[in-house]
């Protein structure tokens, strides 16, 4: 089989979907490469580096797409809502795609997807199981943009991060204070402590509390408890309006004392809450920063501009989107192994086996023959499911 890797096309992304390195595992599992020229250039992997591990640079992205029996890309339509229709033309019926899709999304776009007639694998609903782990892109993804945030925060601060002895005294560390404990804030702890900041941290989920202390962060435990926290991939639970007005109470005290915030509370397929009032951003010292890890879907902060960085009140708040693709060339290669795991999971002996008694497949699998197959997405939508079930192959 042979699997294709376009350029990305969404504005600003640097990324590229496979790298170098994992051609010849790709190859050992019976897997050609095609790769549009130039694809990977920007996150640091010129040509010929593919050339030289077997791949074959085609010219333009319209023969990627026709050769290809499989299509990999990091944003594919459905998470790239700018320029991603431009590739629906490109597609062939049957044809495989693998990558983000934003399935809990637009059901629109999901459904353009799926008239296509692809055989589509969204990477977003990956099971969180141990056979799973190595093809984990959501959790590769959200480690970078943990330790991006952190970078930005540190270098928008007009303050030292670490404690230093100087000549001039003694200097008081930097605190930074993390929201919400997953995948992305768990290396934002880590990476500010690396840099000698003093961490807390706070996440409704009382499981994580060890996380956070085994990485040298505080814990903020408040007198509030969440229902049903998490779900069963470990994701969490959206509460109703009144806890999170009472978390914003109880929460202002620690925002109005740290230097950094870093909000990074996402619910899948949900509007993020606000966890950070207009109110308690004046209550911040000035010069303090709050990098928002959820501004792509809005933001925790209510001042969060997506995309953009604001200043009010003297506190600088951070919106960018798509801080993975800030540090392309291991965000491409971790992408990339993810990926390759996967892509060796789905194709044995030559052909796309689509078992749908294997949990990894079954739960990936978006849409095939023109339709969205994908229990969770149906369930999520509320659609009916195929009048003709999916038959394993």
Excluded at 85 to 111: M, N, W
Excluded at 122 to 132: D, F, H, K, S
């Amino acid at each position: 089989m042979i699997v294709g890797v376009p350029k990305e096309i969404f504005p600003g992304e640097r990324r590229v979907a496979l790298a170098p390195l994992v051609l010849p595992t790709l190859a050992k599992a019976g897997l050609e490469v095609v790769i549009e020229a130039g694809a990977g250039a920007k996150a640091g992997y010129p040509d010929p580096e593919y050339a030289a591990k077997g791949a074959k640079i085609l010219p333009n992205r319209a023969e990627v797409f026709q050769q290809a029996d499989i299509i990999t890309q990091v944003l594919c339509h459905g998470s790239n809502d700018q320029t991603g229709k431009a590739d629906l033309p490109l597609f062939r019926r049957d044809q495989a795609l693998v990558g983000f899709l934003r399935p809990l999304g637009s059901i629109e776009t999901i459904q353009e997807i799926a008239s296509t007639g692809v055989t589509a694998f969204a990477v977003e609903l990956m099971p969180r199981i141990t056979r799973a782990q190595s093809m984990d892109a959501l959790s590769s993804m959200a480690t970078i943009c943990g330790y991006k945030a952190v970078l930005l925060g540190a270098d928008t601060l007009g303050r030292f991060f670490p404690m230093l002895t100087t000549a001039a005294g003694t200097i008081s560390p930097a605190r930074v204070f993390v929201i919400g404990a997953g995948v992305a804030g768990l290396q934002a702890i880590a990476t500010a402590r690396r840099l000698g900041a003093v961490a807390s941290a706070y996440d409704l989920r009382p499981a994580v509390k060890e996380q956070v202390q085994s990485l040298g962060g505080r814990f903020v435990e408040l007198p509030i408890e969440a229902t049903d926290a998490q779900d069963a991939r470990g994701y969490a639970r959206a509460q109703d309006e009144n806890f999170y007005r009472r978390q914003r109470e109880l929460l202002g005290n620690v925002v109005a004392e740290s230097n950094v915030v870093i909000p990074a509370a996402v619910v899948p397929g949900k509007k993020p809450p606000i966890l950070v009032t207009r109110e308690m951003v004046e209550r911040m010292a000035p010069g303090s920063v709050i990098v928002d890890l959820a501004a792509e879907r809005g933001g925790n902060c209510e001042v969060t501009k997506p995309g953009e960085v604001v200043v009010y009140h003297d506190v600088t708040i951070i919106g960018y989107i798509n801080l993975a693709s800030f540090v392309p060339y291991h965000a491409s290669q971790m992408y990339a192994r993810n990926l390759t795991a996967f892509l060796t999971h789905l194709v044995k002996n030559g052909k796309l086996q689509l078992n749908l008694d294997d949990e990894i497949t079954r739960d990936t699998l978006l849409t095939r023959g023109g339709q969205i197959v994908n229990a969770m997405v149906q369930d999520f939508f509320s659609l009916a499911a195929p009048a003709a079930s999916v038959q394993s192959s």
